[in-house]
């Protein structure tokens, strides 16, 4: 029996919700997007907390928004970031900025580099991975 | 508010970088050890003498860390702190372990980081790379708004967030990657005099800089901290130990620290850092200017780190950061000394003891041992400490006696 050498495989880290992050990924798997508001803050906050960050009011509600967006910062990664990500070649990994006001760890897709531009319109790409029972929000040039 | 001068960095010791460990492996608690007892000797006193330590983390204690070391070390610790605030930690641990010596809780305190990862292991003890090792210190525990936010979009590690801050500095102020090129260029320079730098005889030009391989863009390899194993200590003591040790004490005179955010995704505004808010506390509390200062020793992971520390530190205006750069020599014998040791990017980063070379590098100047790559007539050093992606940063001021 020989003994064989392989990369070990890893696989991409996808979210795990919790109960309390769970409506977020629930409206992504309908194609929606959910954030939190809080009114006596009179802004929406990103990610899901159960109290409101810096005041911590407890009166955070859930409200749809559009998920239209500026690109707001990017980078290419001409290197993986790590194993995970190795077999993704170049990432875009970007920062979107919701009209509404929060920023959102995301990732460019079906863009060409030459064509991105920070201040950019961009809008939502919702790639639903069914074995994994969740639904990724990534995005694209608006136009 | 504040620290009145009375504590003082009294010796050091800083083993030189080495990016594949050539010396024994030993565990990070034999380090702390054998680090400790090298900048006490250097210091002129007495492991006696000693009744304080602040640590980083360790690989051999998930709790207990302080106590597990001061049980190696055989120290009755009156303080025993562990900080975690990665590139910022050591330059944390300095003023915490000087505001112990100044409310009288030590006489001297060892701050001790060992950076040497490559630790033994046995068969019966294999080596575990924990997730920790692959997503760069970002968690990806069950219920981390790491890893249900940013790790699924490859949004880790550094290289890439630092990327993007540089990507958004560009598009608010512009971009001259030569003087992003030049910042690294300098700090060679500086390691070019510094026996025992990683990069020591390997001066690079700004084109080399600009020709390394892109890794996130904006950023090349060679603005991009290698990597390395080492470690480090500083021994920081009271007016008595002062009197005792051999070297001139550096008295540490003012400090900042600002601690807001973990993911610059959700920095509340990603041009301005918390070394803003640092800064300021620290000249305030110093009692001197940005023009007192003879050399600076600015953390530096990345050429942006560099730049932006630069400008929110208030050496540079806002925004003309690259022009600054442009306009001075950057090197130990220029009229704006940084990094005079070479820095991370050329010295080496010894994993956590990253933060601990700018430390030593200024107090190395200050006491007047920096050989070759002496500033002349140093008597004031600025060391700035950054952790994270720009989003844990201390400060620091030096004085020469």
Excluded at chain 1, 40 to 56: H, K, N, Q, V, W
Aim: aromatic share 10%; net charge negative; glycine share 10%.
């Amino acid at each position: 029996m020989t003994t064989t050498h392989t990369p070990p495989v890893f696989d991409q880290p996808l979210p795990v919700p919790t109960p309390l992050t769970q409506p977020f990924w629930d409206a992504l798997a309908e194609h929606k997007i959910r954030i939190q508001y809080s009114p006596s803050l009179g802004e929406y906050i990103f990610y899901p907390r159960p109290l409101a960050p810096r005041t911590l009011a407890d009166d955070l509600q859930w409200r749809e928004i559009s998920g239209a967006g500026t690109l707001y910062t990017y980078t290419i990664t001409t290197r993986p970031v790590s194993p995970h990500f190795a077999a993704a070649g170049p990432m875009i990994l970007a920062v979107v900025q919701w009209d509404e006001g929060p920023r959102f760890s995301t990732e460019m897709v079906n863009i060409a580099h030459e064509d991105l531009q920070i201040g950019m319109r961009v809008r939502p790409v919702f790639c639903d991975y069914p074995e994994a029972g969740i639904t990724m929000l990534r995005y694209e040039a608006a136009n | 508010m504040g620290l009145r001068g009375e504590a003082a960095i009294l010796g050091f010791y800083e083993l030189p970088p080495q990016r594949k460990l050539a010396r024994e492996k030993t565990f990070n608690l034999e380090q702390w050890a054998r680090l400790s007892k090298a900048a006490l000797d250097d210091a002129g006193l007495e492991a006696t003498d000693v009744n304080g330590i602040v640590t980083p983390m360790i690989g051999e204690a998930s709790m207990f860390v302080p106590s597990t070391i001061t049980e190696y070390l055989g120290i009755e610790a009156n303080f025993a702190e562990i900080v975690d605030l990665g590139g910022a930690g050591s330059a944390a641990a300095v003023w915490r372990a000087a505001a112990a010596v100044e409310l009288g809780l030590c006489d001297a305190v060892l701050v001790t980081f060992p950076g040497a990862h490559d630790v033994p292991t046995h068969e019966r003890r294999p080596f575990v790379m924990e997730d920790q090792m692959f997503f760069g210190a970002s968690s990806n525990s069950y219920g981390s708004p790491q890893a249900e936010f940013e790790i699924p979009y490859a949004n880790l590690g550094q290289n890439g967030p630092y990327a993007q801050i540089a990507k958004r500095y560009g598009h608010e102020f512009g971009y001259d990657e030569l003087a992003m090129a030049k910042i690294a260029v300098d700090q060679r320079t500086n390691a070019c005099a510094t026996p025992g730098a990683v990069f020591h005889g390997k001066p690079i030009t700004a084109q080399d800089v600009l020709a390394s391989p892109m890794v996130a863009d904006p950023l090349h390899m060679l603005e991009i901290v290698m990597p390395c194993q080492g470690g480090a200590a500083v021994v920081i003591g009271n007016k008595d130990m002062a009197a005792k040790s051999k070297n001139r004490p550096v008295w540490i005179k003012g400090f900042g620290e600002r601690v807001p955010y973990k993911t610059p995704t959700y920095a509340r505004d990603l041009m301005y850092s918390p070394m803003v808010h640092a800064a300021d506390q620290a000249f305030t509390m110093a009692g001197i200017t940005r023009e007192d200062v003879d050399m600076v020793s600015i953390y530096d992971c990345y050429t942006i780190t560099v730049l932006m520390s630069l400008e929110d530190a208030g050496f540079a205006e806002k925004g003309k950061g690259m022009q600054f750069v442009n306009e001075h020599d950057l090197t130990f014998r220029g009229d704006f000394p940084v990094n005079t040791a070479g820095g991370q990017l050329s010295f080496g980063q010894a994993g956590i003891a990253g933060g601990m070379h700018h430390v030593i590098d200024g107090a190395r100047q200050v006491m007047g041992r920096a050989g070759e790559a002496q500033v002349a007539d140093c008597n004031r050093a600025f060391v700035s400490g950054n952790g994270g992606i720009m989003s844990e940063q201390t400060a620091l001021i030096f004085e020469g006696e």
